[in-house]
């Protein structure tokens, strides 16, 4: 595909910008991890553009071991979620105000 | 406009349409569907743009295994409606103003020279990111992050279970 590195990488910061607005926006705890998971993504576009760019494996590479973080990631966030809708019957970040379980 | 630009432009409209789609939904179901359609578009512009291997993956691993678990989780604590009622009014116009400040700062960056590499046309050589080469790299170049990034993979499984058992040798 003959695009300019620059388009990719514009629509990976606006996929990044959109995970923000809605780790800000959103209040529902997995929500707001899908918005994380959506930067994530957006960073890993990034690698890729640039690692055609600069014609190097090693971003390719980095993006295979940042998926690798993001699924041992979201396996811990989500039994995280999981334990706190035990305790408190909500998954409102709003509700997640103290410190003690 | 050249067929491939038409084409990318045409995977970015869906993924930031889905995106957005993700985030304005109201049921969490569908907030997960989105983003399921959206690796996948990713996925196709990683093959797009030489890197095969990594497009597989994104299937395999993000489309399927993760956002699987994260259905998993949303219907079995019957999370799926969000709560109503907004009490912090400024939430909005603040995240809205921060956004825009945040991607005009990026297109900023991006468009006003700051990169050099920016403008690299897409003619690539050879077998690049073919998965054999990515493949080669990874257990020749890369060999110990392998093994660390399982044994990340194994500590995150034991952390899971540990946080989501039920504590029955407390209550006894």
Redesign the interface.
Known sequence: ???????????S??????????V?????A??V???V??ML?AG??AF????????S?GG??F???T??????????G??????I?KAKH???I?QMSSLKG | MTPDLILFLTLAAVAVATAVGMLASRNAVYSVLFLVMNFITVAVLYLLLNAAFIAMVQVTVYAGAIMVLFLFVVMLLGAERSAGDERLRWQRPAAAVLGLTLLGETGYVLFAGATTSGGLPGAVVGDFGSPAAVGLMLFNDYLVPIEVASLLLLVAMVGAIVLSRDDRKKAR
């Open positions: 595909m003959n695009v300019p590195t620059s388009y990719v990488v514009g629509l910061a606006l996929l990044f910008t959109l995970g923000v607005i809605g800000l926006v959103r209040r529902n997995i929500v991890f899908m918005s998971e959506l993504n890993n576009l890729i553009a640039f690692a055609r760019a600069s014609q494996l390719q590479v993006v295979f071991f998926i690798a973080v993001a699924a041992a990631e979201v396996a811990v989500l039994a995280l979620i999981v334990t809708f909500s998954i409102d709003d």
